[in-house]
């Protein structure tokens, strides 16, 4: 008789005939892995695979990108324009040029009328580089309104303000090679496991090498936190203070590095007597994590060789997130760290190439980390289009969490939201619900028709996705990585670029400014602005970023790709105008909306693994879905044995906002005045959430509300689950 593992059947791999391999760029989330997608012999999508000489992935994916040759023939794909009137009639297909005529005639129709501000723009962080900088073009050079912003603002606004405060630029210090050579690694409200699994490992695998500490900040016991050498379980919406407290034992202790200071940097007024009101007896109050631990945190970070932080959503997602990043800047200041290998700070972007809208859509200022504030950016800017300077506005405008409440008191009349899904994304779903029936003209350009914010459009425009088009992306690390057509898009479907270009032809100021139809051509111009800049890729071409398997940027023209600085400011040189970083005195204020006698849990959102961001594509995948086909609840099984309320029961949320059904999984992840929701669902967790903004971002707070929880009975939730996941 045989056992164990004999008796089993080998696992056989169905031979998929593939005929071809293609290379490009996974278009899911910022860690960037490189892929090759399998064809088979009529030249269909079947198969994928991680490259193995990339020095991102080293030729793993994770399950989303294992199955991402599936979304070319996903459901839901929209192949043609559509269009319909003011009184929300049945939408009509239309050709492109009656689509784009009518787009620009409304754009001109509400400019004339309310001001050139009154048509707002609102894209995302997953067109290619090239598509962003088109877009740039279009809205600030050619349709002319200052509303204008990317849904990066829901997610990495507070990095970049943060950056800006501190260093002087935008743009991540470090690297994943920083893993390799770090003694000690501090990681605020980032679950990398599930949200960034590549990343993950290539952290798994420098601990497999050497060992050193990994100290996980976050409220609830993420499968990052389990794996952490220490776990500090905060109280939501408190890490300023915690990292002020770092602060305070650094220099009270005298473990600060005094000759970097001295040199590289500058500090706020009265930078080091606020530190003294952050001392660790007071803060444990504040934030739940006990003295000793804060200390000896503090402690181990300023005494290692090399320490380094990384952040998401947990810092981001904050009334003070921008404070938070600073505060984190200035840990690294105060050590010594930034720029140094192993060092410094890494904040863990969420979409494909947020960091690509980032650098060059011009969303919060111009092209190539240019300032609309600064006129020398503007002429050049100017210059190089063939424009007149006073076109741009001297200031940047209103942010997307601002031009929702614009529309609502009438300001802004029409709006353009391009692969972006709000009416999932943003916080209060039913204001934004509202909001969308006040707009006079609303367009849409997804990739795929049933989109939920479609239903409030007057024109849907398909856009090609990912690879069925070229071009490229920057990932978390500033490495720029080649996306390849792989495929065409569904019936007459359009890459983003070719609809921005089309447009700009129909007013009198784009038939001015040139619009290339090549990716390659748009990189050139990018390229050219970029020289001598933070973000100088003057060095690269399509046919370098494919070969190297993706570069870091900087990389100047005639200095080799494999010379090119891994992390910035290693030479202590800052972009502010003095050439120093900033230590910033950052004041911890609790504005948050607190749970209550009414409203007596804390609610917390996040990611799981097998989707992404709104489901829009995520959704529609089989093998993705199966694994995560319903919104759910985590609830501790102490608070919920109190409630009477049972493991994969139906229960109703609810908030000042409003209200969602949802099914409840009973788990020590969260502490009993915790709950935790992951945030793609449509109609559900951002029906409750407040989002408070940030002062300096303007990001939402979507982690830190209060909420109760209400009995429902079951058979109606579970009937409404099944209706809502139909949709
Ligand atoms: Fe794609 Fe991110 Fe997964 Fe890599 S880790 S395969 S980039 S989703």
Known sequence: MLFGRKRKNPIKIADKQIKEWKYTTCGYCSAGCSMEIGLNAEGHPVSSRGVSGADVNRGKLCIKGIFEHELFTSAGRGEQPLMRGRTFDEYQPAGWESALDHMASEIGRLQSAHGHDSFAVVSTGQLLTEEFYTLGKLVRGVIGTNNYDGNTTLCMASAVSGYKRSFGSDGPPGCYDDFEHTECLLAFGSNLPEQHPVIYWRLKEALEKRKFPVIVIDPRVTMFAQFADIHLPITPGTDLALLNSFAHVILEEGLEDRDYLDAF????????????????????????????????????????????????????????????????????????????????????????????????????????????????????????????????????????????????????????????????????????????????????????????????????????????????????????????????????????????????????????????????????????????????????????????????????????????????????????????????????????????????????????????????????????????????????????RELDVGHMKYVRLVSKRGDAVVMVQLTHRVPNNMVFIPFHFYDCVNRLTLGLLDPHSRQPAFKQCAVRIEPVAQDVAARANVEARAF
């Open 265 to 640: 940097t500058t500090k706020g007024n009265d930078f080091e007597r606020i530190l003294e009101d952050y001392d660790p007896v007071t803060v444990a109050k504040i934030c739940g994590i006990d003295e000793d631990t804060i200390r000896t945190v503090a402690r181990l970070y300023a005494r290692a060789g090399a320490a380094m932080s990384i952040w998401t959503m947990g810092i981001n997602q904050s009334t003070h997130g921008s404070d938070g990043v600073a505060a984190i800047n200035n840990l690294n200041l105060l050590t010594g760290n930034v720029g140094q290998p192993g060092g410094g700070g890494l904040s863990i972007t969420g979409q494909c190439n947020a960091m690509g809208t980032r650098e060059w859509s011009s969303c919060s200022g111009l092209p190539g980390y240019r300032a609309l504030e600064n006129e020398e950016h503007r002429n050049e800017v100017a210059d190089f289009w063939g424009i007149d300077p006073n076109f741009f506005p001297a200031k940047r405008g209103l942010t997307e969490t601002d031009i929702f409440p614009a529309i609502e008191t009438g300001q802004i009349k029409g709006l353009w939201l391009v692969a972006t899904n709000p009416l999932t994304s943003m916080p209060n779903t039913d204001r934004i619900r509202r909001t969308l029936e006040k707009l006079d003209f609303l367009v849409v350009q997804d990739a795929y028709s049933d989109v939920e914010t479609t239903q409030y459009a007057h024109m849907y425009l398909p856009a090609a996705m990912w690879s069925e088009k070229e071009g490229c992306f920057t990932n978390t690390e500033r490495r720029i990585s080649l996306v390849n057509k792989i495929t065409e898009p569904p019936g007459i479907a359009k890459p983003d670029h070719w609809i921005f270009s089309a447009l700009a032809q129909r007013f009198e100021q784009g038939r001015k400014i040139k619009f290339p139809g090549k990716a390659s051509d748009i990189f050139d111009e990018m390229k050219q602005l970029s020289k001598g800049r933070l973000l100088d890729i003057s060095g690269l071409d399509h046919d370098v970023i494919e070969r190297e398997r993706g570069v870091q940027w900087p990389c100047p023209e005639g200095e080799a790709v494999s010379a090119n600085p891994r992390r910035l400011y290693a030479d202590g040189k800052f972009q502010h105008a003095d050439g120093k970083a900033k230590l910033i005195t950052l004041p911890f204020v609790d504005n948050n909306e607190m749970p209550d006698t009414d409203f007596p849990f804390w609610l917390n959102s996040g990611r799981v693994v097998e989707h992404f961001h709104t489901r829009t594509k995520t959704g529609k995948i089989g093998n993705l879905n199966k694994f995560s086909p319903t919104p759910y609840m985590e609830m501790n099984p102490d608070a919920a």
